[in-house]
């Protein structure tokens, strides 16, 4: 079946350091591809998005490039900020069915 | 816009009593996924319904139940709760008919004392 393997926490930066959060996924069919984040005390919400083979997505400094040749939807960032500390859930929706998975989620802190 | 809304938004109670949780997904919305999130735990999936059945399970222990009614709505029922359970209880809803990103709740706070 689907599922989505993305690289475990936790990931500690300096702030200003360059962010990879690395995520692969298993799928039979072609998937939209999601990033989630969850800042503390908060729930969870929509990062940025790709629903294509090559398509970006790209929200708040964040990007992540959709790589069906690798199968990869890794999360990049150039420079990170305090503010960026959350956790960080890759997932992937079957267009067949629509069915969601998600990975076990990465919690990234930034320190000043 | 409607966004998932879950009820109570906060829910004290003791030892071996139960619980029962509420999820109203965004209308439209065929799918309902429920995860639970420990106190400093990163939220961990407990199970989803699509169409009233149930579409996957994570790691939901014997004592909780849950289903999702015609109407779409998802219940979270559980039982002989312990303190272990207290947590946050996400829960959130898709649309296969649409782009397949899901939208969570606010959450309902569990605590058991």
């Known amino acids: 079946g689907n599922s989505v393997t993305q690289m475990e926490g936790p990931v500690t930066l300096s702030e200003e350091a360059f962010l990879t959060i690395n995520c692969t996924y298993t799928?039979?069919?072609?998937?939209?591809l999601f990033w989630y984040v969850q800042y503390p005390g908060e729930g969870l919400q929509l990062l940025l998005k790709?629903?294509?083979?090559?398509d970006k997505g790209s929200n708040k400094g964040f990007e992540a490039t959709y790589r069906k040749e690798t199968t990869s939807f890794h999360l990049e960032k150039g420079s990170v900020q305090v503010s960026d500390s959350a956790v960080y859930f890759c997932?992937?929706?079957?267009?067949?069915?629509?069915?969601?998975?998600f990975g076990a989620g990465t919690r990234l802190t930034v320190k000043p | 816009a409607a966004g998932v809304i879950q009820s109570p938004r906060h829910l004290i109670k003791e030892k071996r009593e139960t619980a029962t949780l509420k999820c109203y997904p965004i209308?439209?919305?065929?799918?309902v996924y429920w995860y639970q999130q420990g106190p400093g735990q990163d939220p961990q999936f407990l199970i989803s319904?699509?169409?009233?059945?149930?579409?996957d399970k994570g790691s939901i222990p014997d004592r909780f139940s849950a289903q999702q009614f015609s109407d779409y709505h998802s219940e979270l029922n559980m039982s002989s709760l312990e303190l272990g359970d207290s947590a946050l209880y996400f829960c959130?809803?898709?649309?296969?008919?649409?782009?397949?990103?899901?939208?969570f709740g606010q959450g309902t706070r569990l605590t058991v004392v």
């Open positions: 959130a809803s898709s649309s296969r008919k649409g782009t397949g990103e899901a939208f």
């Open positions: 799928a039979t069919g072609y998937p939209s």
């Open positions: 790709a629903t294509k083979a090559d």
């Open positions: 997932a992937l929706s079957d267009p067949r069915n629509n069915d969601m998975r």
């Open positions: 209308p439209r919305h065929d799918t």
């Open positions: 319904f699509y169409e009233k059945m149930q579409s």
